[in-house]
């Protein structure tokens, strides 16, 4: 059922908890950063069990590229070379510097995975303090980083997450000479192959890598003025056509897996905007062999009336169920307080799951995201506190053999 009402939507939001989860629930949420050094928006190499963020530029410091390593059991955040948590003293290792600041780049470090290990793409300036897209390995005992081959004058890489590809790749952003001018383009290319970069024609936003394809979900429109619709953009040949032409503007960069609640096809989640509440949305791809043809199966509500958008939702797979980690926001255009939830894929949404993992502390929290442990997922994200954001882990209560 599709709530087509702004009153049906605050109807659900109001019973949702009460109905099902009211009292079953006490949120177990914590720091596991230095409260004093600000950790914004780290991302998670699953694989190899290993965490990457920046900080900075401040005034006494350029910025750096960390790394740390991520307890498979607690998901504590471990400086590398003691194996002290972060929360406890522990440093996580510096392997760049130089970095663009997250402010304007809008994004900080994405792992690229693959057959060969997990790499990091970032942004930083090169001699000429260009802004540049960069690239760090593993090679087994230190990290090596480099400049991509012209990289130059490009910027917020994303990296593709697909860890059985041979060829992992890397799309961002840059300006090109076009018919209006110096105009902003998204480009993507296999990493270390310079020569396979392909540039869009069209103007278009972030988004993702099909896994193991040459083709990336993001969202564009068809005219100034019109919503915002997800778009797939085939690179090789710069095919890029619609796939979403329902309601709504699409906010924020589509999110791809392979679902196992539908029979492992694949599927996408983002967020929408109708007017006074928002929404997440799961679409399914219905042929593998057509990547434009899509169909809306379960629409996520916010079960806080007083939060009614959904923000950042991003997909987590445990034990053969998706999920869904989601923020739920007072106002999606402004840095506002929000509350972060889980919700599985259950097309009912009387009967879907839905559980708030935050605390009940009031304050600003931005950029959830998941990792599995062997003890069950768990959720991060950054919170305020006065000026310094925190990071903080949140239990999520699904545990191997138990469920929720």
Sequence with gaps: ?????????????????????AGEWVPIDEVVSDPAIPLVDPEFDEVDKRAAWQVGPTPNFDGKLLVGDVDPDNGDILDPLTGIPLSQGGSGLIIDSDLVEIAKTGNGP??????????????????????????STF??????????????????????????DPR?????????????????????????LPFTERVSTQQLRGGNF??????FITTSRS????????????YD???????????????????????????????????????????????????PLDNFNWVLEVEIESPNPAKPFVG????????????????AEGDPFTTDEADIWIADLDPDPITRFYRKVSNDEPGIRLDPETFVTTNGPIIYYSKASGSILNLRRAQTGIVPGGGP
Excluded at 153 to 162: A, D, I, M, Q
Excluded at 210 to 215: D, F, H, I, V, W
């Design 1 to 21: 059922m599709i709530p087509n009402s702004i009153s049906t939507c605050a109807c659900l939001a109001l019973l949702l908890p009460l109905l099902s989860y």
């Design 110 to 135: 994405e792992w690229a995975l693959g057959v060969a290990g997990g790499q990091i793409v970032y942004t930083k300036y090169d001699a000429q303090q260009r802004q540049s897209v960069a690239r």
């Design 139 to 164: 090679d087994g005992s230190v990290w090596l980083s480099e400049i991509l081959v012209n990289g130059q004058n490009r910027f917020t890489p994303k990296g593709s997450r697909f860890a059985p």
């Design 168 to 192: 992992p790749k890397a799309a961002y952003f840059g300006y090109v000479n076009g018919p209006m001018g110096i105009e902003l383009r998204l480009a993507a290319r296999i990493l270390g």
């Design 210 to 215: 099909l896994p193991g394809e040459s083709a």
């Design 223 to 234: 005219a100034p003025g019109e919503p915002y619709q997800a778009y797939m953009w085939d």
């Design 237 to 287: 040949v710069d095919v890029l056509q619609p796939i979403t032409f329902d309601s709504g503007s699409k906010r924020q960069s589509p999110e791809v897996w392979f679902a196992p609640d539908f029979g492992d096809d694949l599927v996408c989640v983002t967020n929408v905007t109708l007017g006074t509440f928002g929404v997440g949305r799961v679409y399914r791809r219905v042929d």
């Design 312 to 327: 950042s939702p991003r997909p987590f797979v445990f034990e053969g169920k998706s999920y869904i980690v989601f923020m």
